[in-house]
């Protein structure tokens, strides 16, 4: 079995910055690709980044240059710095992760953390 874990999200101002961990654990041999996504009330789970193990990001246009996907592979946590935030950027935050866990690839999704942006 394997969990993902979120913690950093909370409420922030406007142009404020928030950095959201996401750390895996249990029966892991491989991660693949990790990333976040989000979802607004009432709207669909978008992506907002992916990161490949070699370091590889690709981020949703509305996100360039705000945020940035890393991870750290020796502790199989991916993280998102988010600057410059703004109230549209009010969502639950998910991770993701492909992990190979020694028989099958398999897709596992974090609880999600709540950012709230909001003067």
């Known amino acids: 079995q394997v969990q993902l874990v979120e913690s950093g999200g909370g409420l922030v101002q406007p142009g404020g910055s928030l950095r959201l961990s996401c750390a895996a654990s249990?029966?892991?041999?491989?991660?693949?690709?990790m990333g976040w996504y989000r979802q607004a009330p009432g709207k669909q789970r978008e992506l907002v980044a992916v990161?490949?193990?070699?370091?590889?990001?690709n981020y949703t246009d509305s996100m360039k240059g705000r945020f940035t996907i890393s991870r750290d592979n020796a502790k199989n946590t991916v993280y998102l710095q988010m600057n410059s935030l703004k109230p549209e950027d009010t969502a639950v935050y998910y991770c993701?992760?492909?992990?190979?866990?020694?028989?099958?690839?398999?897709?596992?999704w974090g609880q999600g953390t709540q950012v709230t942006v909001s003067s």
């Open positions: 993701n992760a492909e992990v190979y866990g020694g028989i099958r690839w398999r897709s596992y």
């Open positions: 249990g029966s892991i041999f491989s991660i693949n690709g």
């Open positions: 990161i490949t193990t070699g370091g590889s990001t």
